[in-house]
């Protein structure tokens, strides 16, 4: 059947199921720790897929997509596309990411993969005990994520820099004139910004940030009421006449660090933590997945990221394990597939708990990350699922592993935005970039405070285990130390056919931990079951990071939770808010997709 008469069953099956909502309730409506979301949803929105013949930019607000693909006809690369659109998203999405932030990079030059770490970094006075209270116990997430503790030196600017010198086509300082100008001028509030502003309740508390974001009432800013944010387009000025060093160092530094070190809880970041951040290169995670027609090569970004690790295991665990039923139903994964989607997903994140944290401090089992994609270790481990739900999903040890870590406690992570970019070139990016909780540290930083606006604070080093050792005193991988980078979950992935070296898809998500899930259910759809990535990115999101299964809620039918809990499982169904964006190759040249349940969209010509 052709792709567009898929796409329109895959749209009705989704329409039919938001008709039928009232004939089944969830099982809780209560959020736990492990359905956290790090925004929340603000209903659907069909998306059409949208198909170019040269270039194509997917991003999560239509202005950041309209800067990026301005930059592509201007004879830019996917990279400097890529940076004009996250200086955009940093202004109209500054929930999610921005400049105060990190971010993850995959590049492709049309010859080889590259790995750009912008993670945020613990400070140097940082300990394991960072988010140990006087009593011995941890903090709640609420008081750490507020504090000035959480905060990471960010990342992301410095490895854009970086990144460009290597494949930038255009100067550097032109890759800010849209958020410039935007700035300056003004952007509508859109309607995802102004309910998850409403509804926030912590960023009124921070004073800069409430005069910018909120009338004198203390009522988020309209809908469509033009948002100027003069403080952002002067830092971004000095960001394009100096480069990064105009974050990393003077007056913007020090506004940082007097951010970070203001009540309640100041955290110990300094302005040497600052100067010295350092982007890193790394290796790319590559792996092969077969399937009937073709292998493909999978290349994700490796620790700190758990992403491409976990994918790769999910997606290696169901090739060896046997479908009892079909693996869609009706159009959608059915009850079966996500009893074995999710048994799979319990041993690679029991994996993670075990093995993964920054390398540059923590060795990998085995020595070799690659280790825990082998596989005749993933063929071992998935003897370990059956028709019931294991009761707990314990981790494996690759052969030649000699480590000893505890596993991580159960933890909520949050976070990001996401663009993928295919230049006329053949020359592709994927790049993950986060502040992590939905406005970050909920801390503003201004350099002037007679000038409005400014950028806001990540508050990233929740991502390490507030738990630093377990009761044997077995110290945890992802333990809190100076200098560090907290485990990620982000995912920004590239696709090729093995036997070609053809690229063939960029794509990934935010979504906190479940940003596995999300990417994993972007690769499933489209290598494994012929979709095109808007059909991949429609289907419902389930999954699960510790405890119940989750399903989204109002998207599968009945019979799949009896099914589910019929084999043990516990189920929730909750809303998960992916930002999917891909774009993938096509006979007549690309087609993007961008997520429902976002703002986003694909642009190119």
């Keep these: 059947m052709h792709r567009t008469a898929l796409h329109l069953i895959a749209l009705s099956t989704l329409a039919l199921l938001s008709a039928c909502t009232a004939l089944h309730q969830p099982v809780s409506s209560a959020r736990n720790s492990s359905a956290e979301q790090p925004e929340a949803a603000t209903g659907l929105t069909e998306k059409p897929g949208w198909a170019y013949p040269r270039q194509a930019i997917a991003a999560a607000h239509p202005l950041a997509a309209a800067a990026g693909l301005q930059m592509l006809q201007a004879g830019g690369s996917a990279l400097d596309a890529a940076i004009a659109a996250q200086m955009v998203l940093g202004l109209v999405e500054p929930q999610s990411s921005g400049i105060g932030g990190g971010a993850l990079l995959m590049h492709f030059d049309g010859h080889q993969v590259a790995a750009y770490d912008g993670r945020e970094t613990a400070p140097a006075g940082a300990g394991p005990t960072l988010f140990v209270a006087d009593n011995g116990k941890p903090f709640t997430l609420e008081e750490a994520v507020r504090s000035g503790r959480s905060v990471g030196v960010p990342g992301a600017v410095r490895m854009l820099e970086l990144a460009h010198r290597q494949h930038g086509v255009l100067p550097w300082a032109r890759l800010f004139e849209p958020a410039i100008a935007l700035a300056e001028k003004g952007f509508a509030v859109s309607p995802r910004l102004h309910t998850l502003l409403q509804s926030d309740p912590h960023l009124r508390k921070d004073p800069l940030a409430a005069r910018f974001f909120y009338d004198a009432q203390g009522q988020a800013w ?162 370990l699922i059956g028709h019931l739900a294991m009761k707990s999903a314990p981790p494996g040890q690759p052969s030649g592993t000699t480590a000893q870590w505890s596993p ?60 630093p050792t377990d009761a044997q005193g077995r110290p945890v991988a992802n333990r809190v130390e100076g200098g560090k980078r907290p485990r990620s979950s982000m995912s920004p992935t590239l696709v090729f056919d093995k036997a070609t070296g053809q690229l063939l898809m960029s794509g990934g998500s935010p979504g906190g931990a479940v940003i596995i899930h999300y990417t994993a259910k972007l690769l499933q759809g489209t290598l494994n079951w012929g979709l095109n990535v808007q059909q991949a990115i429609d289907l419902p999101n389930f999954g699960a990071v510790f405890g119940p299964v989750l399903l989204e809620r109002q998207r599968f039918p009945l019979r799949t939770r009896q099914d589910l809990e019929a084999r043990g499982h516990e189920v929730m169904e909750v809303d998960l808010t992916s930002g999917l964006q891909a774009i993938e190759k096509t006979p007549s040249g690309w087609f993007g997709g961008a997520d429902p349940r976002r703002e986003g969209v694909v642009r190119g010509d």
């Excluded at 994140?349 to 540059?360: E, I, K």
Aim: glycine share 6%.
């Design 408 to 467: 991580m406690p159960d933890q909520v992570e949050f976070g990001t935005s996401h663009i993928s970019v295919i230049d006329a070139q053949g020359r592709a990016v994927a790049l993950t970039t986060t502040i992590e909780a939905a406005f970050g540290a909920r801390r503003m930083v201004t350099t002037d405070a007679a000038r409005p606006g400014g950028f806001l604070l990540n508050n990233q080093l929740t991502d390490f285990s507030f738990t």
């Design 222 to 383: 309209p809908v469509n009421h033009l948002l100027r944010n003069p403080e952002y387009a002067h830092v971004l000025r000095r960001l394009a006449d100096e480069g990064s060093s105009a974050l990393h160092e003077g007056q913007v530094a020090q506004a940082i660090v007097q951010r970070t070190q203001a009540a309640p809880l100041p955290g110990s970041l300094n302005l040497q933590d600052v100067r010295d951040y350092q982007a890193r290169q790394r290796e790319p995670l590559c792996w092969d997945h077969p399937t009937p027609t073709r292998t493909y090569r999978v290349c994700g970004f490796p620790p700190p990221s758990s992403g491409a690790i976990a994918i790769g295991q999910i997606l290696g665990l169901l090739a060896h394990t046997t479908a009892h039923q079909p693996e869609r139903l009706g159009g959608l994964p059915s009850p079966d597939f996500v009893h074995r989607y999710t048994e799979a997903s319990r041993l690679a994140f029991a994996d993670r708990a075990q093995y993964v944290a920054d390398p540059d401090f923590v060795a990998p089992p085995a020595g070799r990350w690659s280790s825990l994609l082998d596989p005749n270790y993933l063929e071992r481990r998935s003897q």
